[in-house]
């Protein structure tokens, strides 16, 4: 049985959800006042800021006269641009052998030599075909935005501790916005930095009000802020750049939560960088045979890091001793994934999967460090066909992205086409046993599709989401409920039954379990 089953239909088409209240959504007609008049802070269009594209096919190669070099020049272009295939395809095929006198007797044996390299390379592209994409293509492929090429915001982060949010937006420029108490727009700022180009990832640094790290095509960058500055443009000058050969596309990246280390991955490096920022210096997880990763996930509690990679793997590290434990075998890549606030729980779905999957880790007294799986188990969230009183529509299917609260009691959820234009909404429980209990569907307006999901941390009265949609269009929705821990210390213990609605699901009641689908 599928889990959208039990959800009710989800706003007629015309209609936006603005809030949560008493467990349900509230949704207005766009056109009613009391659409803005609900709103916790005002919308932001990104389409309406963003001036340009930076993603162009162009090559700076244009702007130069060609003009002919010596030989040696050639091997040294040929070596810059394209490696050890450039060279022998230059003295195989180039001008090399016939400037160079006394030297047309190696073009034969270069020619054999390019034939074998390239014979290689193509059994590595068969294994990992993602390889032979461009850097653009393989941030589009595996990034959980699934507008990262074509839509107008490509990352969006709350700051941890401060009412301030990022966007990175399609011209790569990156914006802070402060805001006031009362939501209006305190100061805004604008990054950007010549080696700024494709960004695929931001993350504020937690216990820090003024650093950021941007994932991008050849490097990760480190901005630092000066909250106290007025400054509006912030230049190469307030930046930190961290490199590191063969790593790049650079396309998620992740802060310990309670240390100065700071984690990278690329899709075409096996290596996951560990960088000691303060020392710009890096060490390298290094694990061969999955392609290497596409997205890292911290947990909360800084003891595990989440690694999915572009075949069939993920790994799981623990923080102490960096050992993992790999996964394989499973029916597809790793889509999307998200850790319970206390570490213990993790949620992670495949790509063109209908079922979110949760395991839970137990920590060993005898061994701390070591990771003890104690359960799996899924949760299906197979599509589901709704007449309403404008058609057919369809609810639930494969998951584009999940979001988890800080409170770990609100779970939002995406989905890929043809459901997209809905976002689920769940009441989750980690007390004693792991419950989910479905809430309802957020809809936004007309012909617009969820492309970011992101809770803001320590919001006060419930939690506060925030989704960017396929128009630019950044909505905060606030869902307003009373957190268990604030009302744990004065339940009246004399008081009846809770009158709550039983979970759907319940992790210890196992009803439905995960089989042939993953193993150690």
Wanted: proline share 6%; aromatic share 10%.
């Amino acid at each position: 049985m599928s889990l959208i089953e039990a959800f009710c239909n989800p706003p007629s088409y015309g209609f936006v959800t603005v809030c949560e209240k008493n467990a349900q959504l509230l949704a207005f007609d766009v056109l009613d006042s009391r659409a803005k008049e609900l709103a916790l802070f005002p919308e932001l269009n990104a389409a309406v800021e963003l001036m340009r594209a930076s993603w162009s096919k162009e090559s700076a190669r244009a702007a130069f006269v060609e003009h002919s070099d010596s030989a040696r020049k050639q091997l040294l272009k040929a070596w810059f641009e394209h490696g050890l295939t450039g060279i022998l395809d230059e003295i195989a095929y180039g001008q090399f052998a016939e400037q160079t006198p006394g030297m047309r007797f190696i073009s034969h044996p270069a020619r054999f030599a390019l034939w074998f390299v390239r014979w290689i390379n193509s059994m590595h592209g068969f294994l990992f075909p993602h390889l032979a994409l461009s850097n653009g293509d393989l941030i589009s492929e595996f990034s959980t935005n699934p507008m990262w090429k074509d839509g107008f915001v490509r990352c969006f982060a709350w700051h941890p501790h401060v009412p301030e949010f990022a966007i990175a937006m399609k011209d790569d420029f990156v914006h802070i916005r402060s805001l006031e108490s009362n939501g209006s727009l305190a100061v805004e700022r604008t990054l950007k930095h010549k080696l700024q180009k494709g960004v695929a990832d931001i993350a504020w640094k937690p216990l820090s009000s003024s650093i950021l790290a941007v994932a991008c095509q050849s490097c990760v960058l480190i901005w630092k802020i000066d909250p106290l500055s007025m400054a509006t443009h912030l230049w190469s000058s307030a930046v930190q750049t961290l490199t590191h050969p063969g790593h790049c596309p650079v396309i998620s990246i992740a802060w310990c939560p309670d240390e100065g280390l700071l984690v990278s991955a690329s899709p075409t490096d096996t290596s996951i960088l560990v960088w000691n920022v303060a020392m710009d210096d890096c060490v390298p997880l290094k694990r061969f045979g999955s392609g290497g990763s596409t997205f890292l996930k911290w947990s909360p509690d800084g003891s595990k890091l989440f690694s999915a990679c572009p075949s069939s793997v993920f790994r799981i590290w623990e923080c102490v001793n960096w050992t993992c434990q790999k996964w394989t075998k499973l029916l597809a890549r790793c889509q999307s994934a998200c850790w319970s606030p206390d570490g213990k729980i993790l949620l992670f779905t495949l790509h063109d999967e209908e079922v979110i999957y949760s395991l839970t880790f137990q920590s060993d007294s005898s061994n701390p460090t070591a990771l003890t799986k104690t359960q799996i188990s899924a949760i299906k969230v197979s599509a589901v066909n709704r007449d309403t009183e404008t058609g057919l529509i369809s609810l639930g299917g494969p998951v584009q992205d999940m979001a988890w609260d800080s409170n770990g009691e609100r779970l939002a959820v995406s989905f890929m086409d043809p459901s997209a234009q809905f976002v689920a909404i769940f009441q989750t429980s980690l007390e004693t046993i792991f419950e989910i209990i479905p809430i309802g569907f957020i809809r936004g307006r007309p012909d617009e599709t969820a492309t970011i999901l992101s809770f803001r941390p320590k919001f006060v009265g419930g939690s506060l989401l925030t989704i960017v949609w396929s128009s630019g269009r950044i909505a905060h929705i606030p869902l307003y409920y009373a957190p268990r821990r604030q009302i744990s210390d004065i339940v009246d213990p004399f008081s009846s039954v809770s009158t709550m609605h039983r979970p759907l699901f319940t992790k210890m009641a196992g009803s439905l379990s995960l089989i042939k689908c993953i193993e150690l």
